[in-house]
């Protein structure tokens, strides 16, 4: 009889044993469990619940089985259920009895709620390092770009014009916050559940303070009912997860649209362009499509998240266990996402031209005449209409802004005077100088500030 089921007169059905297993997935969690197990080896030897050398025995084989799996060398057998009971079979089949005492005063509860702690709190690490390098991507962009100007929209309309770098910058504000929320996060993963063992806690005079400094964790849980049902966590990375995929997803689409042969205003580098089958010409976005693509699938994981909590009764369901291959798939998802941005943002040729010569036919200087027109002593709303009245003109005579006669705009109002022609695409963009506006001078101190952050965590 296979273990855990001396209770039973027979083995569980084959599709049981399929249908309930989590080894195939769980067992990415092999480093933070046997961290985990070491830990609690110890601190029971700590307190005279095991011997020291039983705690000895168990330690070394633990960090052999730790060997043979990162060798390939560890047989994973299904009929175990999942990480937890295949390493500790394995233990007791190398050191016999000492293996047995492993799992005193502890739960698969608790054992897998610490494990899943560990993983999320390395996977926040590597996720904020990972932010950190687009948003180091997006400031040399930046950087190079500092007076390229493009046209600014809302609704996908001509606005006004904008300096690419402050373009750019946006996407690090927002990256920011993702960085910020992943930090936050990480407050309430960075605690101890181990010693509510199945859900009452357990009756051994534990150090549960001693095994949270081992595992460098800043405190441990206060309710072992809420510390072996608790997913919060996972919901809270999931959350910061789609928020950040959201966020790349949106730079997806620019760079999909700048990239069409309307807009010609990027070119991504070959290394990160895909072709076509069939069409010899075709240079593709792949990579940035498939960010906007896999962006789905990580909003799924966490809604798939947040519906196997709802209505879950207190403590420890098995429900639990599909908090994994989500989550699993979320970190890879966004980790591999946010590291080929970095080098195709990187590497991102700018058509800084193109770009300008967007600015230049529409009529995206059409505030600043406005603006013109208050200077000189007009309410904005009578400015506003005026230069609308004039945009209707021009836009009946085929003509831009630029290339009516100072009689034509007379008509619209007799303020207009011949400095009405000094107003171009730069000076919009240097008026607009307050602190988080576009003009150059405002984006120098912005780039300036955001190195700051990158470099001293801000
Ligand atoms: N594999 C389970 C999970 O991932 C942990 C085991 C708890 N199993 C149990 N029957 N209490 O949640």
Known sequence: MSQLRSRFGKEADRSVQKYTSSLSYDRRLCREDI?????????????????????????????SIREEIEQGKFQFKDELEDIHMSIEARLVEKIGEAGQKLHTARSRNDQVALDVRLYVKRAIGETMEAVKKLQRSLIGLAEANTDTIMPGYTHLQQAQPVLLAHHLLAYFEMLQRDGQRFQDCLKRVDVMPL??????????????????????????????????????????????????MMHVSRLSEELIIWSSAE?????????????????????????????????????????????????????????LQEDKE????????????????????????????????????????????????????????????????????????????????LDEYHRFSPLFK?????????????????????????VKTALAEAKRQLEQGG
């Not at 110890?42 to 000895?56: C, F, N, T, V, Y």
């Not at 150090?207 to 966590?233: P, Q, T, W, Y």
């Not at 988080?436 to 001078?441: E, F, I, S």
């Open 35 to 63: 961290a985990g197990s070491i830990a609690h080896a110890r601190m029971l030897a700590k307190q005279g619940i095991i011997s020291d050398k039983d705690a000895e025995l168990i330690i070394m084989a633990l960090i």
């Open 195 to 244: 010693g509510s063992g199945a859900l009452a806690g357990v009756p051994y005079p534990l150090d549960r303070e001693a095994v949270a400094k081992e595992l460098g964790f800043s405190r441990i849980s206060r309710n072992s009912l809420d510390a072996v049902s608790d997913r919060d966590f996972i919901v809270e990375y999931q959350a910061a997860a789609a928020t950040t």
């Open 263 to 319: 807009f010609g205003f990027i070119e991504i580098d070959d290394a990160y362009a895909t072709s076509s089958s069939i069409m010899p010409q075709k240079k593709n976005p792949d990579v940035a499509e498939l960010a906007r693509g896999r962006t789905g699938r990580v909003y799924g994981n966490l809604l798939a998240m947040l519906t196997t909590l709802k209505g879950l009764p207190l403590a420890y369901n098995r429900d």
């Open 326 to 405: 989500g989550l699993f798939q979320t970190v890879d998802t966004l980790l591999s996402t946010l590291e080929v941005f970095a080098g195709m943002v990187s590497t991102l040729k700018v058509k800084s031209h193109r770009m300008r010569a967007a600015t230049e036919g529409g009529y995206l200087l059409a505030t600043d005449l406005a603006d013109y027109l208050v200077k000189k002593g007009l309410p904005f709303r009578k400015a506003h209409e005026a230069v609308a009245k004039l945009v209707q003109y021009a836009v009946g005579q085929g003509k831009d802004l630029k290339r009516l006669t």
């Open 418 to 442: 011949e400095d009405v022609f000094q107003i171009s695409v730069e000076s919009s963009v240097a008026a607009r100088d307050v602190p988080g506006g576009t003009a150059p001078r405002q």
